[in-house]
Nanobody
């Protein structure tokens, strides 16, 4: 069974950092583009970042550029989202998602497999 599991969320003070992990089980992430999304209470889900299967291409939402970094370690079958300089408005449930694309340098906004999410709360 294909499964994505997010971890690394928690409570952090403004200005702090967290590293989220997205681990795959039942399949290898090598050929999948991976996206991170978030959804805050009362708001629509929004794309945060994505990384191509090759790792050569990454995209970021304007709201997180310069603060968040996406990376992947195919040997560990895991994708990471390093989040620095966190702000209260970053508070949300964060999800990772996966999709195979024909071009290994592409990202996408449409995904086939989703994790259950991990809560990130930024508050003093």
């Amino acid at each position: 069974q294909l499964q994505l599991v997010e971890s690394g969320g928690g409570l952090v003070q403004p200005g702090g950092s967290l590293r989220l992990s997205c681990a795959a089980s039942g399949f290898t992430l090598d050929y999948y583009a991976i996206g991170w999304f978030r959804q805050a209470p009362g708001k629509e889900r929004e794309g945060v970042s994505c990384i191509s299967s090759s790792g050569d291409s990454t995209n970021y939402a304007d709201s997180v550029k310069g603060r968040f970094t996406i990376s992947r370690d195919n040997a560990k079958n895991t994708v990471y989202l390093q989040m620095n300089s966190l702000k209260p408005e970053d508070t949300a449930v964060y999800y990772c998602a996966a999709r195979i694309l024909p071009d290994q340098t592409m990202c996408t906004t449409v995904y086939d497999y989703w994790g259950q999410g991990t809560q990130v709360t930024v508050s003093s």
